[in-house]
């Protein structure tokens, strides 16, 4: 039973347009969202986070939005460089303070 | 942010033999941490979740006398992979948390290859 989803293995963006990266979870127990980054043989790398009492946080090029009635969030990247280009992961986590729950990751290639 | 530092970043070793991922948080104290495995173009799943002073927790369908952890400091957690075969061979990570609901810092990974 896969709580959190990322549905789309890969994506390709332009340089300078949006990228925007879609996240779905199952379990209402899910508090605190986290997208991180990954690119290969590294290990993630924290980029941004959101509480369920807000539905958006915005850091510099990075905006991520809650949806908590459809239990959706996604990853905004405006504008896409070429340098973002990796594996992107959503993880959820609980109040229990359980381990980070991963989602699959979604590939994104920013074309130059 | 935090600094998770995990060593070796890439072991090669022989078949039988047992190889020891180190994984330590340099500026604040973890008292859980946390192990990963990552096949190739796949998701990270969860190996076992590191308790300092006590045992590892392990996830479904991981060998905990074949993946050793040991959490014996506040700031450090060991994973040991003993006698590795090439099944094995994967890229192994690790992450601390300070607190809930803020976020994991990782370590490097680890690429173990076993021949």
């Known amino acids: 039973d896969q709580q959190v989803k990322q549905n789309s293995p890969s994506l390709s963006v332009q340089e300078g347009r949006i990228s925007i990266l879609n996240c779905d979870y199952t379990n209402s127990m899910f508090d605190y969202f986290l997208w991180y980054k990954k690119y290969p043989a590294e290990g993630p790398t924290f980029l941004i986070s959101?509480?369920?009492?807000?539905d958006k946080n915005e850091d510099g090029r990075f905006t991520v939005f809650l949806n908590k009635s459809a239990k959706h969030l996604s990853l905004h990247i405006v504008p896409s460089q070429p340098g973002d280009s990796a594996v992107y992961f959503c993880a959820a986590s609980d109040p229990r303070n359980t381990p980070l729950v991963f989602g699959k990751g979604t590939r994104l290639s920013v074309i130059a | 942010g935090a600094v998770v530092s995990q060593h070796p970043s890439r072991v090669i070793c022989k078949s039988g033999t047992s190889v020891k991922i180190e994984c330590r948080s340099l500026d604040f104290q973890a008292t859980t941490m946390f192990w990963y495995r990552q096949f190739p173009k796949q998701s990270l799943m969860l190996m076992a979740t590191s308790n300092e002073g006590s045992k590892a927790t392990y996830e479904q369908g991981v060998e905990k006398d074949k993946f050793l952890i040991n959490h014996a400091s506040l700031t450090l957690s060991t994973l040991t992979v003993t006698s590795a075969h090439p099944e094995d061979s994967s890229f192994y990570i690790c992450s601390a948390r300070q607190n809930m609901n803020t976020e994991a810092f990782f370590g490097q990974g680890t690429r173990l290859t076993v021949v």
């Open positions: 959101i509480s369920s009492i807000k």
